[in-house]
């Protein structure tokens, strides 16, 4: 009888201890379409973050402008997006948005466009320039501007979706346009219109990140290193299998494999050994001040600059 007690007690014991243990959460990583967050839907279709004991549920949205609001109502945990996404997210109360890992940085992909008579950068001022409001497009313009020593305020900026504001500058109604491929390929096979600056010479200053809430950060800092661990092996696995991880990355994106490797050509993906770049080195806190100059000079944001509490160095301690 004693045995049995003594049996019935662990049983209830063991019981006790498992319902006690509460289950893994889902972490919930929210990306738009682009090609450098692609490695993150290629870690989840190839099984990676199971392998690192993370279930993690892949949200996908339309716009960067989706993704913030999304981010802001506690849609998702983790999100991908611009520097531009990540201020605007700071000026909502309550949040303290921060960086973790640094995905990607434009390298040529963007481009500031001009009718053939304007050849330099410095041309512009005075003149009328076309971009999307609220997007990168504002973070890119500022570069392109400020490698001449100019600023939003000499030239007459003209808020336009994409695809309008290629037709303003064939048109001529505008003098410049802020754009990116597809719509920078079909504007520039027009003979009048010609590249006056791209990403490509300022390299690493327009980036995509991966962002969370502080409240993540410190509850859930070993989840995060997962991401990073899983987005490295995913990375990897494009290296040894290009084939196969093209393929799988332009399905999603609805693009051939050969539009999927274009579009990838214009940015340079930040492995694990750049990330002390951005994260340790002072590299992040640089592109954080020049940004909120960017986006304060034109009234986007109204909120302080970041200082090192805006961003960790979690991917650091990741498994290279």
Known sequence: MAMIRHLLLGFIGVALFSCSQPEPKVLRIGLNAWPGYEYLALAHELGYYKDEGLEVKMIPFQTLADGRRAFEKGQF????????????TREVDGLNPVI???????????????????????????????LEAGSVDVLTAANALASAGLSFNDVTLVPL????????????????????????????????????FDTSQTPGNIVDVLFTSSEIVQTRGQDLVKVVNAFNRALNYQKTNPEDAYRRMAKREGLTTEEFIDALSGLVIVEQAQQATYLQQGKMLQLLQATHSALTE??????PPCDQHCFTDVALKSEP
């Open 298 to 303: 034109i009234n986007v944001i109204a909120g």
């Open 161 to 196: 979706p994409q695809p309008s504001n290629i037709a303003a500058l064939l048109e001529g109604e505008i003098d410049a346009a802020q754009t990116y491929p597809p719509f920078a390929t079909s504007a520039l096979a027009d003979p009048n219109i010609v590249r006056i």
């Open 100 to 130: 973790f890992m640094v995905a990607d940085f434009s390298n040529g992909g963007d481009m500031l466009l001009a009718r053939n008579e304007i050849t330099r950068v410095a041309d512009l001022k005075g003149k009328r320039l076309g």
């Open 77 to 88: 945990d983790v999100m991908a997006g611009t520097l531009m996404e990540f201020y605007t």
